[in-house]
């Protein structure tokens, strides 16, 4: 254990000593960003109704925003501009509470648990994964719960706002007008086909999303399936903390949703999926997955597969953010990226987007001129970067270490990754700060890639450094440049690293048409 811990403290000098100066570029760019999105943020333009004058109103007529999805992000999203004064309409194709699997005022009521963090367990040995949480007031802390329950607060929040229209609809189809976005086409609750108009149309309806082939290149790759479950009567080991257990042929997550509820999601490989109509799920999960189960929650869940109806299957979808420049359209959260959801970062990203978000809009009050919004509001995409990317690849990085493999440099890969959470300090800080969202830095990300990397080389090469061991040492640096390196490329090095080289890292807000006028 000694020499682990030197091997581990010299890789982290060394990364530390690679990564300074990419860290501390990086406080400047993200001090430059933040400093010019608070300055446009609190200049004040005049309000002005903006009235589609192009296209003949019909139907419901118009409004300031349309929001077409009310799930985390479009509701969140409501409920902001709506605050800042904005009219929006929000279109849900169903607003009754959600079943879905998932990882304020909103979480009051709803059962929801404390998460301090992870418990990893792997061969018997296990590594705790503590959030950063020292330098926050008490009451700061992870939150799980039932997402529909969530959701459904949300949404009552934002039906509270007079300004802020929310209904039941499908959305068919975005009217366009020589390449301008103008409104929707959708079916209300009764079936009739409606159509509303507004200068600017954010699109968030979730992973589902039928309106992204014509506002992005979508390219979504499925991995994996989550197979989940609802254990009841049974308590984690750890209070307040997940466990995830590497075990083969399947990773396995624990976390609690409630006071009396834990849910269990099963990660089963896309080529592997059986069949949950003919009971080969639940023979699957009994003798494949049940034999891994913590002691304490194995009783809980073989009952939770024996209840009918609680076995559950959600695709694990990966889909880079590439958007193509649409006048009068936006794309935001799970409809724009996705990632795998084995560290449950989507409401995160999709939070950290609304906020981005709500800030570009927050100085506008006239958004008729699609073109030039458009051409401002393109710095979102550059300015969701650090969260997003630090997230993306985060959790498709770790969904392929701890997929079970028989290559001996991924098992390697593996035995690292936890020896170097074990180490503590600096080193499991940081890699929970960048899970939980605390410290979204690609920079950051590189630092601990760095460090892993010395580490997981250093014990190979331990006591001696071998021919043979020189040439492991080799195979794992490919692996883990393998595994790394095509979801950094996926998410734009350019973008990651070097933000301010991109021409719309960010545009100051478009004058106002009143003001131009007077002064000229």
Not at 374 to 380: A, G, N, P, R, V
Not at 489 to 501: C, N
Request: glycine share 8%; with cysteine; aromatic share 10%.
């Amino acid at each position: 254990m000694a020499e682990q811990y030197m091997v581990g403290l010299l890789g982290g000098v060394i990364a530390s000593l690679l990564g300074f100066v990419f860290l501390y570029c990086n406080f400047l760019i993200r001090f430059r960003g933040l400093r010019k999105l608070n300055r446009a943020a609190s200049m004040e333009f005049p309000k002005k109704n903006s009235v589609n004058k192009t296209g003949k109103s019909e139907g419901v007529g118009t409004t300031d925003i349309i929001i077409v999805g009310a799930g985390v992000a479009g509701a969140a999203l409501a409920y902001s501009l709506g605050k800042d004064g904005h009219r929006v309409r929000v279109i849900e194709r169903d607003l009754n509470a959600p079943n879905r699997m998932a990882g304020e005022n909103c979480v009051d009521e709803i059962d929801a648990q404390r998460l301090l963090g992870y418990t990893l367990y792997k061969d018997g040995k296990e590594a705790r994964v503590s959030f950063p949480l020292e330098k926050f007031q008490s009451h700061v802390a992870g939150r799980t719960f039932h997402n529909g329950r969530f959701i459904q607060r949300l949404r009552k929040k934002v039906a509270s706002l007079h300004n802020v229209s929310l209904e039941q609809g499908t959305v068919t189809s975005l009217i366009e007008e020589n390449g301008i976005v103008k409104g929707v086409h959708y079916k209300n609750g009764n079936g009739k086909l409606l159509t509303t108009y507004a200068p600017l149309t954010i699109v968030c309806d979730g992973c589902f999303s039928n309106l992204r082939r014509s506002l992005c290149y979508s390219k979504v790759d499925i991995p994996s399936y989550f197979v989940g479950l609802t254990l009841t009567n049974c308590n984690l080991p750890k209070e307040n903390y997940g466990a995830i257990i590497l075990a083969h042929p399947s990773a396995i997550v624990f976390y609690q949703i409630s006071s009396t509820e834990v849910r269990c999601m099963v990660n089963v490989p896309s080529e592997n999926v059986p069949s949950v109509s003919n009971g080969e799920m639940a023979c699957y999960l009994k003798t494949q997955v049940a034999p891994k189960v913590l002691p304490e929650l194995y009783d809980s869940f073989i009952s939770a597969i024996q209840k009918k109806g609680n076995i559950r299957i959600a695709p694990n979808k990966i889909m880079a953010a590439a958007p193509h420049l649409t006048p009068g359209a936006l794309l935001i959260g799970d409809a724009l990226n996705m990632r795998h959801a084995i560290t449950g970062g989507g409401m995160t990203v999709a939070l950290s987007d609304v906020v981005i978000l709500r800030d570009l809009l927050r100085p506008l009050h006239d958004l008729s001129d699609a073109s030039t919004i458009s051409k401002y509001l393109e710095s979102f995409y550059t300015l969701r970067k650090p969260m997003s990317s630090t997230l993306n690849i985060l959790a498709n990085v770790l969904q392929k270490v701890f997929s079970a493999s028989s290559n001996p440099a991924m098992k390697n890969l593996q035995h690292t990754f936890l020896g170097y959470l074990r180490l503590g300090g600096m080193f499991s800080y940081g890699a929970s700060a960048m899970l939980c969202g605390l410290c979204p830095s690609s920079l950051s990300l590189a630092f601990h890639f760095f460090s892993i990397a010395i580490y997981g080389v250093g014990r190979l090469l331990l006591p001696f450094p071998s021919p043979r061991r020189l040439w492991d040492g080799a195979k794992f640096l490919w692996m883990a440049s393998s595994v790394l390196l095509p979801y950094i490329y996926s998410e734009g090095t350019r973008q990651m690293f070097f933000p301010l080289t991109v021409p719309a890292y960010y545009r100051t807000p478009p004058e106002n048409k009143d003001k131009k006028n007077f002064m000229q």
